[in-house]
T-cell receptor, first 113, second 114 residues
Framework: ETGVTQSPTHLIKTRGQQVTLRCSSQ?????VSWYQQALGQGPQFIFQ???????GRGNFPPRFSGLQFPNYSSELNVNALELDDSALYLC????????????FGEGSRLTVL | DQQVKQNSPSLSVQEGRISILNCDYT??????FLWYKKYPAEGPTFLIS?????DKNEDGRFTVFLNKSAKHLSLHIVPSQPGDSAVYFC?????????????FGKGTLLTVNP
């Protein structure tokens, strides 16, 4: 059984740039959630995708957007990067949208200079 | 507005003793709680959960206790092992929504000394 994989693991961008982070969900999981973990904080919910549709969103501006593909993999896009966007971005998958137990990937560490 | 609070940033215990990690919450809508463990350079891994209709759930060395009236839960690890050293996150969830959004605390760094 393949776990949740994310890419890239680390990246550095400058203010104003755009970034795309990728996630492959665990085999058989049709729901993907994205979380942002800033330094010293717990993960914060960005949004969730279920069957290619956004299924809930946290308190993040519209420049954070996402996609889910038919194979249930997902992308997180962030436009007009700000310094405060520097964080660990975690992707998590679950069997259905109605399951609280999430399986997390290792995360993508984004640094914005 | 921090709906889930873990007031102890760190905890240090001796191998073989009990570790008690605490978590408080303010959102009465939470009806399900989870604990996750996170090692450096890894994503959080699910440890144990508890429904709000229960006051205790046990899984091997791990037991979670829930006190709804106090809006408090705790994770007990007995006996503690050096491999348990990690950051532990408490999370609450409301199952009445269309999605299972987890609200996490800031985490507690547990160090188990040999």
């Amino acid at each position: 059984e393949t776990g949740v994989t994310q890419s890239p693991t680390h990246l550095i961008k400058t203010r104003g740039q755009q970034v795309t982070l990728r996630c492959s969900s665990q085999s058989g999981h049709n729901t993907v959630s994205w979380y942002q973990q800033a330094l010293g904080q717990g993960p914060q919910f960005i949004f969730q995708y279920y069957r290619e549709e956004e299924n809930g969103r946290g308190n993040f501006p519209p420049r954070f957007s996402g996609l889910q593909f038919p194979n249930y993999s997902s992308e997180l896009n962030v436009n007009a990067l700000e310094l405060d966007d520097s964080a660990l971005y975690l992707c998590a998958s679950s069997l259905t949208s109605g399951r609280a137990e999430l399986f997390f990937g290792e995360g993508s560490r984004l640094t914005v200079l | 507005d921090q709906q889930v609070k873990q007031n102890s940033p760190s905890l240090s215990v001796q191998e073989g003793r009990i570790s008690i990690l605490n978590c408080d919450y303010t959102n009465s809508m939470f009806d399900y709680f989870l604990w996750y463990k996170k090692y450096p350079a890894e994503g959080p891994t699910f440890l144990i959960s508890i429904s709000s209709i229960k006051d205790k759930n046990e899984d091997g060395r791990f037991t979670v206790f829930l006190n709804k009236s106090a809006k408090h839960l705790s994770l007990h690890i007995v006996p503690s092992q050096p491999g348990d050293s990690a950051v532990y996150f408490c999370a609450g969830v409301w199952s009445g929504g269309s999605n299972y959004k987890l609200t996490f605390g800031k985490g507690t760094l547990l160090t188990v000394n040999p």
